[in-house]
């Protein structure tokens, strides 16, 4: 977020810095409200991302900024104009498609001089070759420019797409699930290829994913979206760390969760009641009143395992063990609390050894890292 | 080896059936061609061109066949293209099937039936009638070249929407939000992406249609009222009126030639618009 605050420029009415926004946007398809008062801005040069499962509305937000849905009620804003009646074609935004879309009756150079040939007046015929050069050269595909469109890979397809909508020099860049055709391991080399593209270019990149370790690794901001709502939106480690709602927390990174009902709040820590019985002690995530449910929610990486018993340690059985190089995945078993997820560091397992399923162990985590959060 | 004993011995049916239903009989009116007519008609074997050097007798028959195949084409596809964009990509689903069998209805009735009626709806009775009445004047349009286009037009439509309405379904609709989305208005967007990716089916159509309009004599025999000749009444004529089986046979050369040409020239057509791909639709 820091190398976004330096630039800010004002664009009018709909605030300070912000590239877009949504006021109160909001859309129907019959019966189905597929974004419900959606209300946001877009920072300039911010690499947003929407992300949520499929039908949560963040198709419905993107396809809103491009112009292909016009909202039922509400507005949005392009670099400070209200544009909902602005036909795709003028908006000065560009798309890269999930199965990129690609004219398949054009060369890849004619693919990626498609925008700059819609000008009017029409760029001259060298310059747009200069241009769709360097386009293609920014995607790392320079020669490929006489190629037809099924002689590419899936890789190679996704770098063109990229080039169209980018030599175009759009205000926004919008990604739908861009990603998700390619194998994992292309996508986390287009994961770090496009974070340095749009640090290169300073072009606002808002993505729709709904792969968390996506969004996460790429974005300066996350909006999690549930039933054409936003439910939280802030930086990945914001979202990670102080997760508003279990929703949250469950979409973000994994944890364990226990369900109970809060019995007492004292400052920033309350402690909840298992339906056994138990008491559990934690940092209060989000205002809830004493008596309402709630969840209790430990990252992995939190609990620590020992094979001495400490003061406030919880005793259980280790069920699994996966090994996964820099840490130790464990399944853990508690006669109240059920089965638990441990992530242990490799370092912390190097002296005492590594726990064997069957072992019986000491399960602890500091009151600060379990979190009380509303249950929605 | 034993593959190729099996792929012979498949295509032998086929193969024989062509050899003595198409090659054999092609063969025949090409010598009979260069023959002459018998004193009471029919065939003597000679070795002449006289009978292609006759043909311009026949000349207003190719001459219409020439202009109102290429035009009633024409016509067919100005109609059928929308029509079939339309259809695949403006109606939902369960519309698209009951229009899609309207358009395929006519066809469930035989031509000789279907041009009866428009016999009665463009004679003296049908629309003329109604023109005159509405003050326009008399006009005539049975036994007129404009009856003829009309029958055609109408007969050979949906062989045109099919192929066209196939290549257009086939189109992603998100290719035009890519447009769109890059900055081309819609109709911009129509010319650059959905019409030349429909090609294929509006060469296709087109074919089909024309081949069928050079042989067609039926749809000209009723409505034509022996007015407006296509080579194919020409035929008739000539093999079974006049007996002049050499001439004949050199109008039938001719006829044949001219499609070899325009099949030629469809198949080069369709190489350059299908690419390297090989996607030739229904052919």
């Known amino acids: 977020m820091q190398r976004i605050t330096g630039s800010f420029e004002t664009s009018g009415r709909d605030g300070e810095g912000l590239i877009a926004a949504f006021r109160a946007a909001t859309k129907r398809f019959g019966d189905v409200v597929a974004a419900d008062a959606l209300t946001l801005g877009i920072v300039r040069g911010e690499f947003l991302s929407f992300l949520g499962p499929s039908g949560c509305g963040k198709t419905t937000a993107l396809r809103m900024l491009a112009g292909f849905e016009t909202p039922t009620s509400g507005e949005v804003f392009l670099d400070g104009e209200e544009v909902s009646a602005v036909p795709p074609y003028r908006r000065p935004v560009n798309m890269v498609f999930q199965h990129y879309a690609l004219f398949p009756h054009l060369t890849v150079a004619q693919n990626i001089a498609y925008g700059l040939w819609q000008r009017r007046p029409r760029p001259e015929r060298a310059e747009i070759a200069r241009q769709v050069d360097r386009a293609l050269a920014m995607v790392r595909l320079s020669g490929f420019g006489p190629r037809r469109i099924w002689e590419m890979s899936g890789g190679q397809q996704q770098r063109v797409a990229l080039a169209r909508a980018i030599v175009n020099e759009p205000k926004i860049l919008l990604l739908d699930e861009p990603l998700a055709a390619l194998d994992r391991k292309l996508r986390r080399e287009m994961q770090i290829e496009l974070q340095t593209l749009q640090r290169e270019l300073g072009i606002t990149f808002v993505l729709v994913t709904h792969d968390q370790e996506e969004a996460l690794s790429m974005s300066d901001r996350i909006c999690i979206m549930r039933g054409g709502r936003i439910v939280q939106i802030g930086a990945p480690a914001d979202l990670y760390d102080r997760p508003h709602n279990r929703y949250v927390a469950d979409f973000v990174g994994k944890s364990n969760f226990v369900d109970g009902v809060l019995r007492e709040v004292s400052g920033a820590l309350g402690r909840i009641e298992t339906a056994q019985g138990l008491g559990l002690g934690g940092r209060m995530g989000g205002p809830v009143a004493p008596g309402a449910r709630v969840t209790l929610s430990i990252r992995p990486e939190q609990i620590g395992l020992a094979r001495a018993a400490q003061p406030g340690a919880e005793p259980v059985s280790v069920v699994n063990r996966i090994f996964l190089g820099e840490h130790t995945e464990y399944l853990v078993r508690h006669a109240q609390l059920g089965d638990l997820l441990v992530l242990v560091p490799r370092q912390a397992e190097a002296g005492a050894g590594g726990f064997a399923p069957g072992e019986s162990a000491f399960a602890s985590w500091h009151p600060d890292a379990a979190l009380i959060l509303p249950q929605d | ?283």
């Open chain 2, 1 to 283: 080896m034993q593959r190729r004993l099996a792929t012979s011995v498949l295509l032998a049916p086929a193969g024989l059936w062509f050899a003595v239903m198409l090659v054999l009989p092609l063969c025949f009116v090409l010598v009979f061609s260069l023959g002459e007519r018998g004193a009471a008609g029919g065939y003597v074997p000679a070795f002449t061109f006289e009978q292609y050097a006759n043909l311009p007798a026949r000349g207003q028959a190719f001459l219409n066949t020439l202009i109102l195949a290429p035009v009633g084409t024409l016509l067919a596809l100005l109609i059928a293209y929308p029509l079939a964009y339309h259809l695949a990509q403006g109606v939902g689903p369960k519309w698209r099937t009951m229009l899609l069998i309207l358009v395929i209805v006519p066809f469930w009735t035989s031509i000789l039936i279907r041009s009866y009626a428009w016999i009665f709806l463009l004679g003296g009775q049908g629309v003329p009638a109604l023109i005159e009445w509405m003050g326009f004047g008399a006009v005539r349009l049975i036994n007129t070249r404009f009856a003829v286009l009309t029958g055609i037009v109408y007969g050979y439509l949906p062989l045109m929407v099919l192929p066209i309405y196939v290549s257009l379904e086939r189109l992603d609709r998100r290719l035009l939000e890519a447009s769109a989305d890059l900055g081309a208005p819609p109709l911009r967007s129509f010319l650059q992406v959905a019409l030349p990716l429909s090609l294929p089916g509006v060469a296709t159509g087109c074919m089909l249609v024309f081949i069928l309009l050079m042989g067609e004599f039926l749809i000209p025999a009723m409505l034509g009222g022996g007015k407006v000749f296509f080579i194919g009444n020409a035929l008739v004529d000539l093999f079974l009126q006049s007996r002049n089986w050499a001439f004949g046979a050199a109008v039938a050369v001719t006829l044949v030639a001219i499609m070899l040409g325009t099949v030629t020239f469809y198949l080069m057509l369709m190489r350059r618009l299908g690419g390297a791909r090989g996607n030739v639709d229904l052919i």
